[in-house]
């Protein structure tokens, strides 16, 4: 597993840090501005990130409703295995998911390589698959 989970590791950091100066708003207006706040615990004003309707959000850890979309979506792919690192949400009309996974041909002995799922949860209905996408590494 640790073979595997360096290089997705490394892509992750990097994508991190290119989302995070990205934008995909059509206005060309940070997906995700700071607003200030005050802490409870110090009483003081503190930045908190606030995502803008259409927005990207930051890629982060799953929790356990992204994990059951991403089970969901995928059960009846066959021919390649993803198991899901890190996700990113985007909120629209229903939910944009976009999982960072590790993936690889389901064969004995195939290596491990990096890929991106993008998969749309409507208000109402099921999820599907929109792209899946081999990032490549050199």
């Known amino acids: ?24 708003a059509a206005d060309s207006s ?6 200030a706040v005050t802490s409870p615990a110090s009483a003081k004003m503190v930045a908190k990130e ?8 930051k890629f982060e850890m799953l929790l356990s409703p992204d994990r059951a979309v991403f089970k ?4 009846g792919l066959a021919g390649v295995g993803y198991e899901p690192l890190v996700v990113r949400k985007q909120v629209v009309a229903g939910m944009n998911y976009e999982f960072f996974c590790n ?8 290596d491990w390589y ?11 209905g099921n999820a599907v698959i929109r792209k ?3 990032i490549g590494v050199h």
Do not use: D
Request: proline share 9%.
């Open 1 to 24: 597993m640790k073979q595997r989970f360096v290089p997705a590791l490394v892509i992750v950091l990097a994508m991190s840090v290119f989302f995070s100066s990205a934008s995909f």
């Open 50 to 57: 606030v995502a803008k309707p259409g927005g990207w959000s």
């Open 30 to 35: 940070p997906a995700v501005s700071k607003k």
């Open 103 to 110: 993936a690889r041909v389901v064969y004995p002995g195939t």
């Open 132 to 134: 899946i996408s081999k």
């Open 114 to 124: 990096p890929a991106m799922v993008l998969i749309y949860k409507p208000l109402n």
């Open 72 to 75: 969901e979506t995928m059960a």
